[in-house]
């Protein structure tokens, strides 16, 4: 099994920064990729980015593009997202989420294993 803790989530005014960071532990030669998601109550887990562990190849939302950049530490085994030019529509509970398989995969059911999630809220 892979634990996941995620942290960093906040406060913040719309156009401000927040960088979330997700520690993994356990069997984490079994990840070939991490990805950050999204959701608010009363609605689907929405995917947010993505990065292949080995490579470090990323990939986004179109809503986020250009304003939040995921990245990794091996040597840490982190991940983190970088979240600029936030707006009130950000505000969301933020999870990082693993997966086995190499697949640009956005269906919150390809990954194995989640966090806890992190609050993340934008004032406007």
């Known amino acids: 099994q892979v634990q996941l803790v995620e942290s960093g989530g906040g406060v913040v005014q719309a156009g401000g920064s927040l960088r979330l960071s997700c520690a993994a532990s356990?069997?984490?030669?079994?990840?070939?990729?991490m990805a950050w998601f999204r959701q608010i109550p009363g609605k689907e887990r929405e995917f947010v980015a993505r990065?292949?562990?080995?490579?470090?190849?990323?990939y986004y939302a179109d809503s986020v593009k250009g304003r939040f950049t995921i990245s990794r530490d091996t040597a840490k085994n982190s991940v983190y997202l970088q979240m600029n030019s936030l707006k009130a529509e950000d505000t969301a509970v933020y999870y990082c989420?693993?997966?086995?398989?190499?697949?640009?995969?956005?269906?919150?059911?390809?990954?194995?294993?989640w966090g806890q999630g992190t609050q993340v809220t934008v004032s406007s």
């Open positions: 990065i292949r562990w080995g490579v470090g190849n990323t």
């Open positions: 989420a693993t997966a086995s398989g190499l697949g640009i995969a956005t269906n919150p059911g390809y990954y194995n294993y």
């Open positions: 356990g069997r984490t030669e079994s990840v070939n990729a």
